[in-house]
């Protein structure tokens, strides 16, 4: 009892549930779920872009290349890049453009944003021999980037079941 009155069914004297909330959903710390949302959908959308500018500007760097050549049981290979290139630079756009797009907090730029990042990420295992710092700065950016938007796309599906 605080201050005369009975503490709501569930809650401490001082307003908190069990789990440490208030009863318009803000936690001990001052974030809401809407706020832990949106900071999760910021993070997600930094990582995502940032991915696909560092992918981008590998994809710039391939170009100019000249090919690798590979010796192997007596025979000379020409291994050409530059094309690879091209390719890399407009999944990074893509993949960037995207990334900003999630900030929208659309359910389509979201699953964009993951697919374009799982695209990325496997383009990133194709040239992991000829970029491998890069592919791997570039995975694991988009690899938490996704698991941040996948975890949106499930709160997002369970909200709108309770709903129904």
């Not at 709501?8 to 001052?30: R, V």
């Not at 981008?56 to 050409?80: C, K, N, Q």
């Not at 659309?106 to 699953?111: I, L, P």
């Amino acid at each position: 009892m605080a201050g005369g009155r009975p503490a709501p069914d569930g809650m401490s004297p001082d307003g908190m549930s069990p789990d440490g909330m208030s009863p318009d959903g803000i936690g001990p710390d001052g974030i809401g779920p809407e706020g832990e949302r949106r900071s999760r959908r910021h993070l997600a959308s930094l990582l995502l872009s940032t991915a696909g500018v560092i992918e981008g500007l590998t994809g710039i760097a391939s170009i100019p290349l000249e090919p690798y050549v590979d010796i192997a049981s007596m025979e000379l290979f020409y291994l050409d890049v530059g094309g690879w290139g091209w390719v890399q630079l407009l999944v990074g756009v893509a993949t960037a453009l995207t990334g900003l797009a999630v900030l929208l907090d659309r359910r389509a730029t979201t699953v964009a944003a993951i697919v374009t990042a799982t695209v990325s990420v496997g383009l990133g295992i194709l040239l992991l021999p000829y970029h491998p710092l890069a592919t791997w700065m570039t995975a694991m950016l988009a690899a938490v980037a996704v698991w941040l938007l996948a975890g949106q796309l499930r709160a997002a599906s369970r909200t709108s079941a309770s709903r129904v």
